[in-house]
């Protein structure tokens, strides 16, 4: 079955404590990026990948890094989390950009207290 | 830059009903226009698509038809169900090398029996 894995799904922890949410696609696509999910404004893009060992900033990029070491693989990295970081994250990834379809993973819910 | 624009939510309608759910975009060349569908506690989920001026996507009921002249790409359906009920986002992704997703707020649609 075609799928986004992410890991955790729930995830409380302390300003400053730094985590890691994995993202793991099985259709082979080259493409991958990170979104965040919050109230009154949608989706927005916090990096993403183009290919392996590839990556690039979205939109809100500040305070999170990605690694893209294994094209299956896109880690999101929080070094140091504050409580602005609060929110739900999702990962995607298609074969391409542009027309092809994005495929989610369940998203991450992260609280930062 | 790319902006997507959605109605103001949230939407309650009654089982059978006619739904439209507004959506207008800005961008440059040609985007191809997403509508994506969240279910409670899901990632998102395609579905339907168009990829150029004119073109229908069509997809459970749903249909939403590529206006250039208007930057319009609004979702209709003829009779909701309450399994409709989800938050809807409206997409476009650009025609560039490097074009991402770039989504509407969103909005909540409660269908009741």
């Known amino acids: 079955e075609a799928q986004v894995t992410q890991n955790p799904r729930y995830l409380i922890t302390v300003t400053g404590k730094k985590l890691t949410v994995t993202c793991s696609q099985n259709?082979?696509?080259?493409?991958m990026s990170w979104y965040r999910q919050d109230p009154g404004l949608g989706l927005r893009q916090i990096y993403y990948?183009?290919?392996?060992?590839?990556?690039d900033k979205g939109d809100v990029p500040e305070g999170y890094k990605v690694s893209r070491k294994e094209k299956r693989n896109f880690p999101l990295i929080l070094e140091s989390p504050s409580p602005n970081q609060t929110s739900l994250y999702f990962c995607?990834?298609?074969?391409?950009?542009?027309?092809?379809?994005?495929?989610f993973g369940q998203g991450t819910r992260l609280t930062v207290v | 830059g790319d902006s997507v624009t959605q109605m103001e939510g949230p939407v309650t309608l009654s089982e059978e009903a006619f739904l439209t759910i507004n959506c207008t975009y800005t961008?440059?060349?040609?985007?191809?226009l997403f509508w994506y569908v969240q279910y409670p506690g899901e990632g998102l989920q395609l579905l339907l698509k168009?990829?150029?001026?004119?073109d229908k996507g069509s997809n459970k009921g749903f249909e939403a038809t590529y206006r250039k002249e208007t930057t319009s790409f609004h979702l209709e359906k003829g009779s909701v169900q309450v399994s409709d009920s989800a938050v809807y986002f409206c997409?476009?992704?650009?025609?560039?090398?490097?074009?991402?997703?770039?989504f509407g707020k969103g909005i909540t649609l409660s269908v009741r029996p």
């Open positions: 995607a990834s298609s074969a391409y950009t542009g027309i092809t379809e994005a495929f």
């Open positions: 259709m082979n696509h080259e493409y």
């Open positions: 990948s183009m290919n392996v060992e590839v990556t």
């Open positions: 961008a440059t060349g040609y985007p191809s």
């Open positions: 168009a990829t150029k001026a004119d």
């Open positions: 997409a476009l992704s650009g025609s560039g090398a490097n074009s991402k997703l770039t």
